[in-house]
């Protein structure tokens, strides 16, 4: 969909409980069902493509990951949808969540958000101009909320090249081809997933909560564009991982 101008937003900046906006980023990382909006035509992982191939036309697995994310970098924007079935015990945090990113940058999106063991709809979840504002039930009006006081990015800095989420792809270690299936529209795609992990440190650039390596695994489509990003680890500071 296109990206529309940001409504004008009025009241102050408020300060939103720290498990929520944290919870919000937190899901934004762990994206599940991934698509570019690019209209480009892209070859496919196994032909020719931006990666170094071998002297058979094939591309190893850390080639895949940094042709993933070349495509990721140089798309017009990225459609997400998230969620997670295992928030654990005691935690505030992000259910579900689905919206656009681009590299103006920006987001614009809706969260559902369980605090207290309730969940509710944070809607609308806009961050544009290196402001982020938020929408809550029982507060009538958009706000403006500062991620930073509760150690959670800008959800638009993930598409930043050097520092957002493709960062993760070219950082992620013994990297293995796994499974190749059929998928997408139509059945038309070939999806491949490749393992991983990432340290710890590199996860907390996106979300400073972040502690401990996570597994990754990623699902890839033959033209190079990231698909699916599952990861496993601890996002939140003296919890099991999730």
Same mark, same amino acid.
């Given at each position: 969909r296109g990206w529309a101008s940001p409504p004008v937003w009025k009241g102050e900046r408020m300060r939103l409980p720290h498990r929520l906006v944290a919870g919000v980023a937190v899901g934004v990382l762990g994206l599940i069902g991934l698509t570019g909006c690019?209209?480009?035509d892209s070859s496919g992982v196994s032909g020719n493509t931006s990666a170094d191939a071998d002297d058979d036309g094939e591309v190893s697995a850390d080639e895949v990951l940094a042709l993933a994310r070349t495509t990721f970098d140089e798309t017009s924007g990225v459609s997400l949808s998230l969620t997670t079935s295992d928030l654990p015990d005691g935690v505030d945090g992000l259910v579900a969540a689905e919206g656009v990113a681009t590299h103006a940058p920006a987001f614009e999106g809706?969260?559902?958000?369980?605090?207290?063991?309730?969940?509710?709809?944070?809607?609308?979840?806009v961050a544009v101009g290196g402001k982020v504002y938020a929408?809550?039930? %029982?507060?009538?009006?958009?706000? =403006? !909320?500062?991620?930073?006081?509760? /150690?959670a990015p800008d959800p638009a800095g993930l598409m930043d090249p050097d520092n957002g989420f493709s960062s993760i792809l070219t950082a992620t270690d013994d990297v293995e081809q796994g499974d190749t299936v059929r %998928?997408?529209?139509?059945?038309? =795609? !070939?999806?491949?997933?490749?393992? /991983?992990?990432?340290?710890?440190?590199?996860?907390?650039?996106?979300?400073?909560?972040?502690?401990?390596d996570f597994d990754v695994v990623y699902t890839i489509a033959d033209?190079?564009?990231?698909?699916?990003a599952r990861l496993t680890g601890v996002f939140y500071p003296d919890s099991d991982p999730m």
């Open positions: 690019s209209d480009d809706i969260a559902t958000v369980s605090l207290s063991g309730s969940p509710f709809n944070v809607d609308p979840l929408s809550i039930p %029982g507060v009538p009006i958009t706000q =403006e !909320i500062d991620p930073q006081e509760y /150690g %998928g997408g529209a139509g059945n038309k =795609e !070939i999806l491949t997933e490749y393992s /991983g992990t990432v340290a710890g440190d590199v996860v907390a650039n996106i979300i400073p909560s972040a502690e401990g033209n190079g564009e990231l698909r699916e």
